[in-house]
T-cell receptor, first 110, second 113 residues
Framework: SQQGEEDPQALSIQEGENATMNCSYK?????LQWYRQNSGRGLVHLIL?????REKHSGRLRVTLDTSKKSSSLLITASRAADTASYFC??????????FGAGTILRVKS | DAGVIQSPRHEVTEMGQEVTLRCKPI?????LFWYRQTMMRGLELLIY????????DSGMPEDRFSAKMPNASFSTLKIQPSEPRDSAVYFC???????????FGPGTRLTVL
């Protein structure tokens, strides 16, 4: 089974609204990363949060990490049509591998 | 930098044929990863290299799959013989530090008829 599981599987919002996606994982991690994938393209790294961090910001993105609950959330504020994409969390559990979740499909309607 | 380069972008082949996918990582990155993405199984790590040496190939589905990295700027993933169930998008990614930020190529969409 997946180490990281995103929730919801799909999300549809209006432009200007905030979008929140969640990721749960099973084992202890070194870091957790979020990636975006536009249709037909490769994944693009958004943000990395280490296991000893609780919150991180990057532009309109805010990531939180709760290691006690083994969960993370990605908040996109003031969403735009260009934010329409799939969003994946990936966990580093040791070694140099990342394990990716199944992703959340975000659709932002203009 | 041009980013990670993959070729071809699309490949259509018939069952039983050999398929070779190519990847040029970002210069200076010590780690190279091959992934496969399908609707059913999501994004799966097939194999990764560190300084051109294969470190973990536990994700390679079977002996039909092989990967090489003859030098720091080139890697191949070969499927021989190919089967329809190998149809997927194959991504190459490189990283300066292993499980830190990975930089993905645009992918190769493989269709095996």
């Amino acid at each position: 089974s997946q180490q990281g599981e995103e929730d919801p599987q799909a999300l549809s919002i209006q432009e200007g609204e905030n979008a929140t996606m969640n990721c749960s994982y099973k084992t202890s991690i070194n870091n957790l990363q979020w990636y975006r994938q536009n249709s037909g393209r490769g994944l693009v790294h958004l943000i990395l949060i280490r296991s000893n961090e609780r919150e991180k910001h990057s532009g309109r993105l805010r990531v939180t990490l709760d290691t006690s609950k083994k969960s993370s959330s990605l908040l996109i504020t003031a969403s735009r049509a260009a934010d329409t994409a799939s969003y994946f969390c990936a966990t580093s559990v040791g070694g140099n591998k990342l394990v990716f979740g199944a992703g959340t499909i975000l659709r932002v309607k203009s | 930098d041009a980013g990670v380069i993959q070729s071809p972008r699309h490949e259509v082949t018939e069952m039983g044929q050999e398929v070779t996918l190519r990847c040029k990582p970002i210069s200076g990155h010590d780690y190279l990863f091959w992934y496969r993405q399908t609707m059913m199984r999501g994004l799966e790590l097939l194999i990764y290299f560190n300084n051109n040496v294969p470190i973990d190939d536990s994700g390679m589905p079977e002996d039909r799959f092989s990967a090489k990295m003859p030098n720091a700027s080139f890697s191949t993933l070969k499927i021989q013989p190919s089967e329809p169930r190998d149809s997927a998008v194959y991504f190459c990614a490189s990283s300066p530090g292993g499980a830190d930020t990975q930089y993905f190529g645009p992918g190769t969409r493989l269709t095996v008829l």
